[in-house]
């Protein structure tokens, strides 16, 4: 399974910045695949996922309003657009998928991890 994951930057508050993750080597029809997060010193969270299957979402409340996960099936691929984004976003941000469709909410049932990408939201 690979997970390539790009799009991150350096952003000034209120910019906007979008994630791709570029998913191989499973079965895109039966996982969840989604964002997550790790900021230094704080633990990894879920941020968004999305059913490869019925195209179900989850956001965290902290990015409800601003963070927009969709999918393309053609391409096998997610994306994350970012908007109104604040310092507090600032993390190495991850693709990751689990097959359990809980993965957001407990980091613990991901299944494979893609390579982090770097957010920094500063003035």
């Known amino acids: 399974v690979q997970l390539q994951a790009s799009g991150g930057g350096l952003v000034q508050p209120g910019g906007s910045l979008r994630l791709s993750c570029a998913a191989s080597?499973?079965?895109?029809?039966?996982?969840?695949i989604g964002w997550f997060r790790q900021a230094p010193g704080k633990e990894r969270e879920g941020v968004s996922c999305?059913?490869?299957?019925?195209?179900?979402?989850y956001y965290r409340e902290s990015v409800k309003g601003r963070f927009t996960i969709s999918r393309d099936n053609s391409k096998n691929t997610v994306y994350l657009q970012m908007n109104s984004l604040k310092p507090e976003d600032t993390a190495i941000y991850y693709c990751?998928?689990?097959?359990?469709?809980?993965?957001?909410?407990?980091?613990?049932?991901?299944?494979?991890w893609g390579q982090g990408t770097q957010v920094t939201v500063s003035s």
């Open positions: 999305i059913s490869t299957v019925d195209g179900s979402t």
């Open positions: 990751a998928t689990d097959n359990s469709g809980y993965g957001c909410y407990n980091v613990s049932l991901v299944d494979y």
């Open positions: 080597g499973f079965t895109w029809d039966y996982y969840s």
